[in-house]
T-cell receptor, first 115, second 117 residues
Framework: AQSVTQLDSQVPVFEEAPVELRCNYS??????LFWYVQYPNQGLQLLLK??????LVKGINGFEAEFNKSQTSFHLRKPSVHISDTAEYFC?????????????FGKGTTLSVSS | GAVVSQHPSWVICKSGTSVKIECRSL??????MFWYRQFPKQSLMLMAT?????????EQGVEKDKFLINHASLTLSTLTVTSAHPEDSSFYIC?????????????FGPGTRLTVL
């Protein structure tokens, strides 16, 4: 069985500061990893995904994440955040042969950016 | 990317009534659709998985007679909350995937806010 742990429930940060949102996963097989963002009262938007290949993945809105197999982590980073990045962020995992199955989500991290 | 819509975006109803929420894939054929429920400040809780033309598979603890799911076509799935009560008030989100996707890519709808008075 797979699981996802988001280590921080809330991350407050000042505008233009760097941020890292941590995600660890557990799986006995190779995985696909995803980061989604959810703005208030909206659905989920895909930020980036790791399928295979380069462990550094770049996504939308200046976000990137690094897949670390030995540490079973997929931390999300942004070098300089904006007020508009304030949102809920979800890490999710899926197995490579699990087409048609639901993603497994972490509990989410609330990123609060203040001026 | 692919687009998934939900209708309505919000609904208020009286206790005891039924509410139908639609989830549509606008530009692809969704062989599988998922229904999630989300409480404030919490993660998404999978309610059920539906494959086109088949009965939905419900997660443990989800009442299938209360949350009726129909996936009659490759572009439409519906969730009907029957005899709704205030505790059913929540944010309901659907997602859709296609068997032609090279990985388990899922596209999420914008969600439906249900408030039961």
């Amino acid at each position: 069985a797979q699981s996802v742990t988001q280590l921080d429930s809330q991350v407050p940060v000042f505008e233009e500061a760097p941020v890292e949102l941590r995600c660890n996963y557990s799986s006995s097989v190779s995985v696909y990893l995803f980061w989604y963002v959810q703005y208030p009262n909206q659905g989920l938007q895909l930020l980036l995904k790791y399928l295979s290949g380069s462990t550094l993945v770049k996504g939308i809105n200046g976000f990137e994440a690094e897949f670390n197999k030995s540490q079973t982590s997929f931390h999300l980073r942004k070098p300089s955040v904006h007020i508009s990045d304030t949102a809920e962020y979800f890490c999710a995992v899926s197995g490579p042969n699990q087409a048609g199955t639901a993603l497994i989500f972490g509990k989410g991290t609330t990123l609060s950016v203040s001026s | 990317g692919a687009v998934v819509s939900q209708h309505p975006s919000w609904v208020i109803c009286k206790s005891g009534t039924s509410v139908k929420i639609e989830c549509r894939s606008l530009d692809f054929q969704a062989t599988t659709m998922f229904w999630y429920r989300q409480f404030p400040k919490q993660s998404l809780m999978l309610m059920a998985t539906s494959n086109e033309g088949s009965k939905a598979t419900y997660e443990q603890g989800v009442e299938k007679d209360k949350f009726l799911i129909n996936h009659a076509s490759l572009t439409l799935s519906t969730l009907t909350v029957t005899s709704a009560h205030p505790e059913d008030s929540s944010f309901y989100i659907c997602s859709a995937s296609s068997r032609t996707s090279s990985y388990n890519e899922q596209f999420f709808g914008p969600g439906t806010r249900l408030t039961v008075l």
